[in-house]
């Protein structure tokens, strides 16, 4: 998944970004409103974690200008008021969560993973397709019972593909959701990463079928 945070503390922008990333997510980070505005034109997310007191402005203009372009990708507000007026009011612009500093990243973490669930339907951590049972919480794959073991990159490459099954995904588009601005990797590492996902859900009943020339879909119950 690749996620936005717009937050100006460098200190705790970049511990939020090093343990996204160990869970396999891609994550850029803008300091103001403008830079993060720059990277929307740039790239679509799966989630924004966004500060209300920034250097250029307030989060909650961007959280209603975000809202206003009927854009959909949930919003987590990251926020050192902490009266119930504030909360109430990020929550009526549009915000799908809230969390008050200072927090402990593992609770930001945890609330990122249940907003893209309720955003996905999914009350449960396990998805079931299937054959195939994947729990990104636990970072588990089995095929028939039988636990498989996937990288991290390789386990957000599945996610990725559970979220749009039946979807066509181009490489750009896998590549755009994998990897951030600051990452200099080419499209080809996504055949190879691809190519590492078949090869692990061997004997699944879902399978990634590449239709050519345009990119990859799952396809399957």
Not at 85 to 112: H, I, M, N, W
Request: glycine content about 8%; charged content about 30%; overall charge negative.
């Amino acid at each position: 998944m690749r996620f936005l945070l717009i937050e100006d503390n460098a200190g705790l922008a970049e511990s939020v970004q090093a343990r996204l990333a160990m869970d396999g997510h891609a994550v850029d980070w803008a300091d103001t409103l403008d830079a993060a505005e720059a990277c929307m034109d740039g790239a679509d997310y799966d989630l924004i974690l966004v500060d209300i007191m920034l250097p250029d402005g307030d989060g909650r203009t961007f959280i209603a200008r975000h809202r206003a372009r009927q854009a959909e990708t949930p919003v987590i507000v990251l926020t050192a008021r902490s009266a119930v007026s504030d909360r109430v009011q990020v929550l009526d612009l549009g915000a799908d969560d809230y969390l008050t500093k200072p927090f402990d990243v593992a609770e930001l973490v945890a609330r990122c993973r249940a907003v893209l669930r309720r955003r996905g339907g999914t009350a449960s951590n396990v998805i079931r397709l299937g054959n195939l049972e994947f729990d990104p919480l636990a970072a588990t794959v089995r095929v028939d019972g039988e636990p498989r073991e996937l990288r991290n990159r390789e386990l957000r490459m599945l996610e990725i593909f559970i979220s749009a099954r039946g979807r066509l995904l181009s490489k750009g588009q896998l590549h755009d959701r994998m990897f951030s601005f600051a990452e200099d990797v080419s499209d080809n590492a996504i055949e190879v990463y691809v190519g590492r996902l078949r090869r692990k859900l061997q004997g699944a009943t879902v399978r990634i079928e590449t239709v050519r020339g345009v990119g990859y879909r799952m396809a399957g119950p």
